[in-house]
């Protein structure tokens, strides 16, 4: 068999590992940060003006052709495609880019998130990633204290975010009901499907992963006020002789409104029913690590299992999810073996399982530019981020309340504040935003309340300042047309 053809040594193929990585990388870096900044420039401001047929046509006149027959190095592509990417960005870095809960990343966990591209552990097998195994240990036990601090055994699990942290939830509860019905099987009764009762203000990944799982759909109550009503929820834990196995699902910050259901007085009627209770505090969990703002958090750790996001408050690249739970043992159901992966001998020589973490093989080791943000920052350094945009989402309600010509929803219950032109309509509202966007002079989100379409300003940027909250409302008024 004739050898192999010698490997030709080019910018273009130079790896980013090894004893040589760094120099290949450099001059790359270098590139990318000046397409960054020149596509920025040339956007000048949160969002790309023209609307989608423009940004398509840039994009388009930039990448043609798509797959060359001869490439241009690397050094013409990163410059090219990264300042067209970052020229047609919507930037949450951007004071006026405040439409959903997708954050700024901080430089420091950017350079980390470049590390972990380079090095490209993948977790799913300890002789992969020797490092990041125990690093992700660390961590996850570390953020699993922070949502069950009274709790021996604590763990969490890296996941891509809400959703994903959603149905690993939905999953626990359905395997735990499975594995109660087998313990008390009885050959002429057939298992009760998991009952998952949620609120009208839940995320729609519980619906998605119910469906997802097999399971019924949701039995959704009405939430006129933005959150669970207790009354409500004791209704329906009561109104079935012999109940099945039940999920409550409760939402520590809501998509619309930020809203917060009462934890501890759901906690009390899942205790008294026997329900299984899961939070999704996918928003407001990193309340947590304010000393002041946690308590808006309490009855969480009554919970069994937790959702929560880094990459939304906690600015971390995406993806930074994850789902913690009191006891490891609870993640038993995930349990899973692949003799190539996680032989028995290997396990038991003590080479760590790593496939009972997570429903995905190949896994990103995304606890790295967590570990470093924790460490360059500090529960109360993160803390302080927190608390500065929780404040400015109040100085833009005071604003909003002062000025004739807005009409504030609430007071926000984190960051995330709703407002409307005075007496708009719906056509009213929904045309205010999309002129901004077609502009590119803000991007604000919309929900809908039972007093109808609001402006949706999620506030997540810690560097906001009051004239960028002043001169965002300029814009509104601006643009808003009847």
Request: aromatic share 2%; proline share 10%.
């Amino acid at each position: 068999m004739p050898a192999p053809p010698a490997a030709r040594h080019t910018p273009a193929t130079a790896l980013a590992g090894g004893t040589q990585g760094a120099r290949a990388l450099r001059p790359l870096i270098d590139t990318t940060l000046r397409a960054l900044a020149r596509g920025a420039t040339a956007r000048g401001g949160p969002l790309p003006a023209g609307g989608p047929d423009a940004v398509a046509a840039r994009i388009r006149a930039a990448v043609t052709p798509a797959l060359p027959e001869h490439g241009t190095g690397p050094d013409e592509a990163l410059h090219t495609l990264v300042q067209a990417l970052a020229e047609g960005a919507a930037d949450p870095a951007d004071p006026h880019c405040a439409a959903h809960l997708h954050s700024p990343p901080l430089a420091v966990a950017t350079a980390a998130d470049l590390a972990a591209g380079a090095l490209n552990p993948s977790l799913d097998s300890w002789d992969q990633a020797p490092s990041a195994t125990t690093l992700e240990t660390l961590v996850t036990h570390a953020l699993a204290r922070l949502a069950y601090p009274h709790r021996p055994t604590p763990d969490a699990l890296v996941t891509t975010g809400g959703t994903e942290s959603n149905q690993l939830a939905l999953l626990l509860a359905r395997e735990t009901a499975h594995r109660a019905d087998d313990e008390e099987a009885h050959p002429a009764r057939r298992p009760a499907p998991l009952r998952i009762i949620c609120g009208a203000n839940a995320h729609h990944s519980i619906h998605r992963s119910a469906w997802l799982l097999g399971l019924p759909a949701p039995h959704v109550l009405p939430t006129p006020t933005g959150t669970l009503d207790p009354h409500d929820l004791h209704t329906a834990l009561t109104g079935t002789p012999q109940p099945p196995p039940t999920l409550v699902v409760a939402t520590a910050g809501t998509t619309d409104t930020g809203q917060i259901d009462p934890l501890p007085h759901i906690a009390d009627l899942c205790d008294t029913h026997g329900a299984r209770l899961h939070i999704d505090a996918a928003y407001g969990g990193p309340l947590l690590f304010s000393d002041t703002l946690k308590t808006h958090l309490t009855g969480l750790e009554r919970a069994h299992t937790i959702t929560l996001d880094l990459h939304k408050l906690g600015w971390q690249p995406i993806a930074a999810g994850l789902l913690a739970v009191p006891d490891t043992t609870a993640l038993h159901p995930l349990a899973h073996q692949a003799d190539y992966l996680n032989a028995p001998d290997d396990t038991e020589a003590g080479l760590p399982d790593l496939l009972h973490r997570s429903l995905r093989t190949t896994r990103r080791p995304d606890i790295l530019k967590i570990a470093v943000t924790l460490r360059a920052l500090g529960r109360r350094g993160i803390a302080d981020l927190v608390e500065r945009v929780c404040a400015t989402a109040h100085h833009l309600a005071d604003l909003i309340d002062a000025h004739p010509a807005f009409e504030l929803h609430s007071r926000p219950t984190i960051s995330t504040v709703l407002f409307r032109p005075d007496g708009a309509d719906h056509h009213t509202t929904a045309r205010t935003r999309r002129h901004l966007l077609h502009n590119g002079h803000a991007v604000l989100g919309r929900a809908t309340t039972p007093q109808g379409l609001w402006l949706k300003a999620t506030l997540l940027n810690p560097h906001t300042r009051p004239d960028d909250l002043q001169h965002l409302l300029k814009l509104v008024e601006g643009h808003t047309t009847r």
